[in-house]
């Protein structure tokens, strides 16, 4: 069973950086793609990049492109999102999604809530 | 702005059958055979309930059905039941400026 746990709710100030994670068991973490989703309060489902562990081939969102950096490491089969440099607008729960081939998420971590306040 | 667009919100009684639509464009929806539905219930990770327009996974009920016809997808829930309130998603492979599109959600009210 594909299970993707995530790093825990943080809560942060504006201009601070911030790296939130995801690990992947149950499956073979470089054959699938792996990317992140977000879900600002009351709103609905943001698709922000997606990255295939086994190459390392990222793709971005426009809208979040040069916002946010999507990285991988195979060694300890963990997905991350990162800021350099975090704003109020960055305030929602970022959940980890695989796709498994289909251009579907087919699992879902249980989602990391980023509050960012001064 | 979604690229997707969803009614906001459906409403019927128990037993009932809706469909929600949800309409793309030839670059998204019309284009490809990967719809996806997603279900979320209020203060809970969203669940996938159709891939690849028709296709439900393991462990859906099969009150879930879905279909496609040009640039507008449907999700159908037969024999509504109260478990079934949520917010419901699509989403759609994109050849835009994004490579994937979700509709804005649309909230199932069982009266």
């Known amino acids: 069973e594909v299970q993707l746990v995530q790093s825990g709710a943080e809560v942060k100030k504006p201009g601070e950086s911030l790296k939130i994670s995801c690990k992947g068991s149950?499956?073979?973490?470089?054959?699938?793609?792996i990317g992140w989703v977000r879900q600002m309060p009351g709103k609905g489902l943001e698709w922000m990049g997606i990255?295939?562990?086994?190459?390392?081939?990222?793709r971005y969102s426009p809208s979040f492109e040069g916002r946010v950096t999507i990285s991988a490491d195979k060694s300890t089969n963990t997905a991350y999102l990162q800021w350099s440099s975090l704003k109020a607008s960055d305030t929602a729960m970022y959940y980890c999604?695989?796709?498994?081939?289909?251009?579907?998420?087919?699992?879902w971590g249980q989602g990391t809530l980023v509050t960012v306040s001064s | 702005q979604s690229a997707l667009t969803q009614p906001a919100s459906v409403s019927a009684s128990p037993g009932q059958s809706i469909t929600i639509s949800c309409t793309g464009s030839?670059?998204?929806?019309?284009?490809?055979?990967?719809v996806s539905w997603y279900q979320q219930h209020p203060g809970k990770v969203p669940k996938l309930l159709i891939y690849?327009?028709?296709h439900r996974p393991s462990g859906v009920s099969n009150r879930f059905s879905a279909s496609k016809s040009g640039n507008t997808a449907s999700l159908t829930i037969s024999g509504l039941q109260t478990e079934d309130g949520a917010d419901y998603f699509c989403?759609?492979?994109?050849?835009?400026?994004?490579?994937?599109?979700f509709g804005p959600g649309t909230k199932v009210t069982v009266l």
């Open positions: 149950g499956y073979s973490f470089t054959s699938y793609w």
């Open positions: 990255m295939y562990p086994e190459d390392s081939d990222t």
């Open positions: 999604v695989t796709d498994s081939g289909s251009y579907q998420f087919d699992s």
């Open positions: 690849s327009v028709t």
């Open positions: 989403s759609s492979y994109s050849s835009g400026t994004t490579l994937f599109v």
């Open positions: 030839s670059t998204d929806i019309g284009g490809y055979d990967y």
